[in-house]
């Protein structure tokens, strides 16, 4: 199950584990990405707190965690290729993995055609 | 001129293919390629003819260095060479009108150049006995002197070294302040449109940063302040005229607010240079507001400082100012250097820096000061004023103003509706400035605008220069408008450099040179 | 005025260009009590003959280092710069450029700046360095910073032989900051106990060397023990030359080094503009505050140089960014890379080599002064001297009297202290044999 933030997160579920990333619009809108900060294995992530940062050469945004839950593994190839955050933002490129805490409400995320509807209002 | 032959030094032909031309060096006639230093230099070599050491002896203990440092000597010629060479790819503004927003690129005089050489100032050490010295405390005090009168307020500390580093100073003060009345206020109030630094400083000492939107019109309304003052903030701190070219037509009253609140009102001096011997800091309000001596004061930017950054003190945290500092005593400059120097109602907050601040530049802007005099930086800061609104006057039909409703200060802020549909950015308009031999403005800032474009002719432009500055940005315009994008989205085309590739620089950083691999 | 180019025929032209009946019609959002009438109270504008007068007589009342036997140091150098320097620095092209924001107009001052950095890390002997920092004093606080950020603990320790006005620098910034401070007694005797005071609170453990005093620190030992805690080692350097003669920090086991580059370049001007030099290991320098200059090609392929990593600076990151430090030091950096590329490895050694004697010659001779002792097992071209009297009634007097400039008191950086028979005596390659002669005869006839 994949769904989608306002803040252009999406997050894909597979039971308890969820992979996060930004969306194709959120790397377009970023341009070309230089560094991405992942956060370390083990950090417990709230809802709309900040995951990761993602720098392009003028600019620095906070990507938010969709959901609780606790960073299991973070995508070290950033690390060496951050442009694979605007190659396959949606697959390669992801940020991170966490297991989501128990019972987290995903009532008020987007999937794919409300996301879709919603960046066509921006 | 005829050769040897008679023939006409005329040239036959010019046509496209001339601008494409490569040639062998790489040069292209005045403008020649140079290598670094690590690939022209060599170990052995010294520019510097010394005595040779007769010693055997040493006192370094088992410290001696064994390693080969890796710096490369260049002779004199050679040196001399280079350092030409790489300053003639640089625009200057000895060399043209320099319009970047926010930043006053005024002439530099080169008399402050020959007054801070005096061996008097640049000659002395900072630790000599203080009577051997007295000459540079005179001028330490006598800057202030001028600053704390230009400014209407009641002290100065001249030892921050840029203006970033006199606004720590200043939220220094105001946080020791706070401290000594016993008050717990650790938000301070920043409206969106302020400089970086602003933030950056306050959050570098503890602050909490709570913005304030900027309105419609460019401005901060004091009722916007007044609903985002609560009893945990202790300061508000606002460039004025602010980062839109604007006077702030409501600070009297956004000071009253914040003062009746109990915190204190920081000023970002940064545009002081539209108001000097117009308008007194002191009479809006103002706690605390630093200068910067490189912009309104005209010493040298020097491609990225050294810059100075005073900072002038009101009634109420003057006691706070930090060390060290001159007090004048029957006419003769006292230093104080240590909290035991201090009297009753001196209570410093600690020190910002070894030493007594940037003397070089105090020299400087004190030549400034007294070349001008009151009333010729009275006159200096209507002329900036006047150019500026002058621009904006012959660039209004064309360009759009994202704040018709209020004059403009000593800059004008333009954004890039005016380029909508055109295809050409902001960025792309100042790089094809390139072309026609300027300097672009500021761009993308403030950042309450879109596509930002921020011009600051400044006082130093003749009236000639500013109707050739107007002329070009009219045809630029109107090139834009008319669908040439190529003269836009491929500029520079002749500069030292086309567009260069950041987000390869930013990527894989490579940030000091390394010896190149030996091919196998 | 000569520096106003507009006339007042060009004034009333603009005036009705814009629309406006007078000057003030623009400042019409300054409230209307508030514009001042009168001009402030301070004197009229002057001509560049009666300026240079006024500033020729405030200047010859100072007592200049060329014109004295000379030996104070603490932090501020007296050495020969190259007449050259001076003028180069002077080119319009770096003297008035702005902050290199325009790569493509710009490379003149990002070429200085990328050789500038590559110079700075190979000396101190470290991976990466800055394009400079205001100076060692301001480099050193944010150096603590830098290093709290990296550790997230809140905690440095400062030994006794950093200069005393860094550590008040640090201790300032801590203070406003409310980060932890573990500031050490004057190490005047050289046997601080530093290694004690690192634990697993510590972010690091600031270490100068040469230090205040004049001696040659080992790092090896602090830096391995601050390691093992997973604190850093933050080394200080206030005399560059001194890299010519020893080990630099890197190879010792530094993480951060500081060093004021006032030495090479830069006049003592005193006190200032001086210039910072900042250095790290690569893995740190997304928490390096300052501006860094980067390599990398231009539209046609061209080696080319840009300002980089810019997201760490506070024009994007604003209250997140890992300093408020906007400008840099530039043509201080520059005149320092100039005086350095025309040593090059070659002349710096030299440069050292002839300070280091002649800091040996004056030692020697003072030591065999009735009632004076040398404290310095090791030193470089700096060293603390115990007299048998008050430190600076003795400089106050060879000043006077005899027009020497003997050294700083260790009083002046520590008042209230108790060493005020104590002086820093710092000799360079500028003293002649003469003056080294005059201070001994001086400083034993005073006694």
Redesign the interface.
Known sequence: MKLYTKDHEWIAIDGDVATVGITTYAQGQLG?V??V?LPDVGKALTKGGEAAVV??????SEVYAPLDGTVVEANDKLADD??LVNLEPEAGGWFLKMKLAEGVDTSDLMDEAAYEAFVQTL | MLNDKGRSTRSETTDEADMTASTFTGAKALDVEEALIFEIGRAEVTGVDLPAPKGAKSRLGAHARKAPLDLPGLAEPEAVRHYVRLSRKNYSIDAGLYPLGSCTMKHNPRLNEKMARLPGFSDVHPLQPVGTVEGALDVVAEVGRWLVELTGMAAVAMSPKAGAHGELAGMMAIKAALQARGLDKPVVLVPESAHGTNPASAALIGFEVRPIPARADGTVRVEDVRAAIDDRVGALMLTNPNTCGIFEPEVAEIAAAIHEAGGYFYADGANFNAIVGKVRPGDFGVDAMHINLHKTFSTPHGGGGPGAGPVVLSERLAAFAPLPFVRMEKGRPVLVEDASQTRAGETPYGRLTAFHGQMGMFTRALAYMLSHGSDGLRQASEDAVLSANYVRACLEDLMTLPFPDHPSMHEVLFDDRFLEGTGVTTLDFAKAMIDEGYHPMTMYFPLVVHGAMLIEPTESESKASLDLFVATLRDLTLAAKAGDTDRFTRAPRFAPRRRLDETRAARAPKLKWEKPVAAE | MRYLPLTASDRAEMLARIGVAEIDALYADVPADELLVELPDLPRARGEMEVERIMSRMAAKNLTASAAPFFCGAGAYKHHVPATVDHLIQRSEFLTSYTPYQPEITQGTLQVLFEFQTQVANLLGMEVANASMYDGSTGTGEAVLMAHRITKRRKAVLSGGLHPHYAEVVATLSKMASDAVVRMAPDVGGGEDLLEQIDKETSCVVVQSPDVFGRIVDLAPIAEKAHAVGALLVAVVTEVVALGAIEPPGPQGADIVVAEGQSLGNPLGFGGPYVGLFATRSKYVRQMPGRLCGETVDAEGKRGFVLTLSTREQHIRREKATSNICTNAGLCATAFSMHLTLLGEAGLSRMAALNHEAAIEVAEALAQVPGVEVLNDTFFNEFTVKLPGDATALVEKLARDEGILAGVPVSRLLPGAGLDDLLLVAVTECSTADDRAALVAAISEAL
Not at chain 1, 55 to 60: G, I, M, P, T
């Open positions: 070309d230089v560094f900060e720098e392009s050469v003028k600019a620095a951050p442009g």
